[in-house]
């Protein structure tokens, strides 16, 4: 991409910093269009609702909408998590999704407390382990809903849920990588 791409950007994230330092009550939709610009598979309408949906955006500066993001994202995991296990007392499932399900529900079971460690990362300015933590949660939403395409014919029912924490993450590395 070109110069002007990469100093607009650099100028986008530094007014995010200023309007995190001063409570811009514009900081959501500065934030998420900061984001949505630096990863094209993030929805700028899908991050202004994810954080609007918590009542602390409200006033957060950014790097309360980071914290607010991966909260987003482990609050979503543990939702993924009680639905698999609904999903798993299914005696209609096919054999196979409960197998790809019982994958899915290891991998979340995982990615929460991953995430839980990534909020005190970031909250410490280990800003490349919270990257780290938050991308392997990225990874069990794509890991889970590929496991469904490993076979022809098999629908995934997580496909909402796996789109949202890919969604929800995907913010939290894009806030990150503004601190980073």
């Known amino acids: 991409m ?14 995010l910093f200023i309007n ?9 939709g500065s934030t998420c269009k900061a984001a949505s610009q630096s990863d094209s598979k993030l929805s700028y309408d899908f991050c202004v609702a994810a954080l609007k949906s918590d009542p602390k955006s409200r006033t957060a500066d950014l790097k309360g909408l980071g914290i607010i993001s ?5 609050s979503n995991a543990t939702n993924v998590v009680s639905n698999i296990a609904k999903l798993l007392k299914d005696k209609s499932i096919d054999p196979f999704a409960k197998t790809v399900l019982e994958d ?5 079971s995982d990615a929460i ?25 990225m990874d069990a939403s794509s890991t889970c809903e590929d496991g469904f395409k490993e076979r022809k014919g098999v629908v995934s029912p997580l496909t909402k849920e796996n789109h949202d ?8 590395l894009a806030i990150i990588e503004m601190f980073h």
């Open 70 to 74: 991966i909260e987003l994202s482990i």
């Open 165 to 172: 924490i890919f969604q929800l993450t995907a913010i939290s």
């Open 2 to 15: 070109g110069y002007f791409f990469y100093l607009t950007l650099s100028f986008l994230y530094f007014l």
């Open 113 to 137: 407390p991953t995430l839980k460690e990534a909020v005190g990362k970031f909250n410490s300015k280990d800003y490349y382990q919270a990257n780290v933590d938050v991308s392997s949660a």
């Open 104 to 108: 899915c529900l290891d991998l979340y």
């Open 20 to 28: 995190g330092a001063i409570g811009d009550p514009l900081t959501i």
